[in-house]
Structures are given as C-alpha cells and as structure tokens.
C-alpha cells in the first residue's frame, strides 16, 4: 500500500508539471537565437575579412632581401652622388677664386694701361 501510495505520488507530480509549452520555450530561446545570430553575423564578417588578406600577396624572405640589397645599392649611389657632388662645388669654388683673382688682375692691369694712356697723351 506505502509502494502504491508512493507510486501514484511521484505520478501526480509528474503529470503536474508537464511539459513546457510552445510560448515558453520560444520565449527562453528568442534571446538566445538573436545572440547566435550577431555573433554567426560577426564570424561572417570576420570571415571575409581574412580571405581577403589571405588573397594579397605575400613577400617571400626571398623578395625582401632582394629589396633590403636593392635599398643597399640606392644609398651607396645616393652617396656616392652627394660625394660627387660635394667634389664638384669645391672645384667651382676654387674656380670662381681663381676667376675672381684674374678679375682682380685684369681690373689692375687696365688701371694701368688706363694711367700709362693718360700719360702717354700727356706728352
């Protein structure tokens, strides 16, 4: 009697709670379905973001070197162009020196024969 009592029990509170119905379980699992849905958005977008960084193309350590020793080879250049022309604006400031030294000289040189004419018509 205690096991048929115990039995039909546990069967009434069984069949008292029953099962969930169609609103309550679109209700706990409305939230749930939007968060899924932005994160798969988010995924998606991520997604793409990655095929198309996996569609640049990539330098191989080859390429750079080959870079780094043309760079190498730029500056050696731009370098050996600015010595070049550091040499240069040397020799034309010696130039322009001499050029004024004649300058001077022939000035002289023409003061002179200015002189020796004014004396030469003097006599």
Do not use: H, W
Not at 35 to 56: D, H, S, T, Y
Not at 85 to 113: F, L, M, V
Request: hydrophobic share 45%.
């Amino acid at each position: 009697m205690k096991g048929t009592l115990l039995f039909m029990i546990g069967l009434f509170l069984l069949c008292s709670f029953g099962c969930a119905t169609e609103e309550y379980v679109r209700k706990q699992v409305e939230p749930v379905a939007d968060r899924i849905g932005k994160i798969e958005n988010r995924v998606a977008g991520i997604e793409a973001r990655l095929a198309a960084l996996e569609n640049r193309p990539v330098l191989s350590p080859a390429d750079i070197e080959a870079a780094k020793k043309d760079t190498a080879e730029a500056r050696a250049q731009a370098e050996q162009a600015m010595k070049g022309a550091q040499d240069a604006a040397g020799k034309a400031e010696s130039a322009a020196s001499r050029a004024e030294t004649a300058a001077d000289k022939a000035e002289k040189a023409a003061q002179k024969a200015a002189k020796a004419f004014e004396l030469g018509q003097r006599k």
